[in-house]
Structure formats: structure tokens, C-alpha cells
């Protein structure tokens, strides 16, 4: 009997052995596959998180883009700025120039016809012997005055004999021209023209060869 359960025995401690001897090798499959489950895990949240920085690095660079166009936008302006600002002050520069060098053209301007009476005066006495004394005086005014207009920069346009200039002439009249280098040239000049620093300041009444 004692035999019987011995051999009986055998077989179950046998199985146990077995079960015992399989038991490890399922633990460690399952061990195994957990931590290659754990470790998949880790790698796709590692690409989540690297597709994550990816789009953060990306949006940085947009907004650098961005940036970067926006200050180009305002460098650009600023340098219009400056440029439209240089051309005003410069042209308010030479505005206030001119106006302090022609400051007296309208002074200077009255004075014209004085001339002008002045030299009609010398015209209409150089054949009268007796008012030679009257005649040096008015020459010696006239003179003065003259020399008085040409210091502040008025000076007499070239007319009798040019070609007529529209910029410089006033044409009143034409008439035939005595010769055909005339044709187009200033015959006669009835009132003459003056310039004040290069500027007109009154146009040359002439008579112009057609």
C-alpha cells in the first residue's frame, strides 16, 4: 500500500515540478512584454512630445518671420520718413534763401520807372546845348542810381539785337525785318528788361523782326 501511494505519488509531485518549472518562464514572457509595452509606450510619447516641440519651433519661426517683416516695414517707412523730411528742409532752405535775397525786388521794382523817366529825361535833352548843365546833373543822379540797382544784383536784359526770348521778352509788335539775319531777333526794345539775383523781375517790351 505504502508502495502503491508512493507510485502514485511520483507522477503528482512530478506534475508539480512541472508546473513550478513552468511557472518562471511564463512570469518572465509576461515580464518581458510589459516592459516592451512599457518601453513602446515611452517611445511614442517621446515622438508626441518631439512632434510637439517640432510645431513650438515652427510657430517661433513664423513669428520671427513676422517679425522680422514688421520691423523691415518700419525701417522702410522711417527711411521714406527721413527722405521726404530732408527734401522739406531743404526746400524750406532755399525758400527762405530766396526770400531773404529778393527781399527788396518790390522796392527795387518801384524804382524801375524812375529809371526809366531818367532816361527818357537824357533822351530828350542831348541836343540841347542849353541845358547841358541840367542834363550832367540828371546823368550824375541817374548814374548813382543805376549803380545803387546793379550792387543789389538788378541788372539790364540784353534785348535790342538778341533773339527774342519769350522767358526774357515781352513782344509788343513785329514788323518786317529790315534783313533776314533780323528775322526772329528783337528790333527795337521800347522799355527795357531787368533781372533781380537772375530772376526776372520785369519782362523787356521789344519789337520783334518777322
Same mark, same amino acid.
Given at each position: 500500500? %505504502? $508502495?502503491?501511494?508512493?507510485?502514485?505519488?511520483?507522477?503528482?509531485? &512530478?506534475? !508539480?515540478?512541472?508546473?513550478?518549472?513552468?511557472?518562471?518562464? /511564463?512570469? %518572465?514572457?509576461?515580464?518581458?512584454?510589459?516592459?516592451?509595452?512599457?518601453?513602446?509606450?515611452?517611445? @511614442? /510619447?517621446?515622438?508626441? =512630445?518631439?512632434?510637439?516641440?517640432?510645431?513650438?519651433?515652427?510657430?517661433?519661426? $513664423?513669428?520671427?518671420?513676422?517679425?522680422?517683416?514688421?520691423?523691415?516695414?518700419?525701417?522702410? %517707412?522711417?527711411?521714406?520718413?527721413?527722405?521726404? +523730411?530732408? #527734401?522739406?528742409?531743404?526746400?524750406?532752405?532755399?525758400?527762405?534763401?530766396? *526770400?531773404?535775397?529778393?527781399?527788396?525786388?518790390? @522796392?527795387?521794382?518801384?524804382?524801375?520807372?524812375?529809371?526809366?523817366? +531818367?532816361?527818357?529825361?537824357?533822351?530828350?535833352?542831348?541836343?540841347?546845348?542849353?541845358?547841358? !548843365?541840367?542834363?550832367?546833373?540828371?546823368?550824375?543822379?541817374? &548814374?548813382?542810381?543805376?549803380? +545803387?540797382?546793379? &550792387? #543789389?544784383?538788378?541788372?539790364?536784359?540784353?534785348?535790342?539785337?538778341?533773339? +527774342?526770348?519769350?522767358?526774357?521778352?515781352?513782344? *509788343?509788335?513785329?514788323?518786317?525785318?529790315?534783313?533776314?539775319?533780323?528775322?526772329?531777333?528783337?528790333?527795337?526794345?521800347?522799355?527795357?528788361?531787368?533781372?533781380?539775383?537772375?530772376?526776372?523781375?520785369?519782362?523787356?517790351? =521789344?519789337?520783334?523782326?518777322?
Amino acid at each position: 500500500m %505504502d $508502495k502503491k501511494y508512493q507510485k502514485q505519488g511520483k507522477p503528482a509531485e &512530478n506534475e !508539480q515540478n512541472d508546473t513550478t518549472n513552468m511557472g518562471p518562464v /511564463q512570469g %518572465d514572457d509576461t515580464m518581458n512584454l510589459a516592459e516592451e509595452t512599457i518601453e513602446d509606450a515611452a517611445e @511614442v /510619447q517621446d515622438v508626441e =512630445v518631439d512632434d510637439s516641440e517640432a510645431d513650438e519651433v515652427a510657430d517661433m519661426y $513664423k513669428k520671427l518671420e513676422e517679425t522680422e517683416a514688421a520691423l523691415q516695414k518700419k525701417s522702410n %517707412d522711417y527711411l521714406y520718413l527721413m527722405a521726404d +523730411f530732408d #527734401n522739406y528742409r531743404k526746400r524750406v532752405v532755399k525758400e527762405k534763401a530766396e *526770400i531773404i535775397k529778393n527781399a527788396s525786388e518790390r @522796392v527795387l521794382k518801384d524804382l524801375l520807372p524812375i529809371v526809366d523817366d +531818367f532816361e527818357r529825361g537824357l533822351e530828350a535833352t542831348k541836343d540841347d546845348a542849353d541845358g547841358q !548843365q541840367v542834363r550832367e546833373g540828371m546823368e550824375l543822379i541817374y &548814374n548813382k542810381l543805376v549803380k +545803387f540797382l546793379g &550792387n #543789389n544784383g538788378v541788372k539790364v536784359i540784353e534785348s535790342t539785337g538778341a533773339d +527774342f526770348d519769350a522767358d526774357l521778352h515781352d513782344a *509788343i509788335a513785329t514788323i518786317p525785318a529790315p534783313t533776314p539775319e533780323l528775322k526772329g531777333k528783337v528790333i527795337d526794345t521800347t522799355t527795357k528788361g531787368y533781372t533781380l539775383n537772375d530772376k526776372v523781375m520785369r519782362h523787356a517790351k =521789344v519789337v520783334v523782326g518777322d
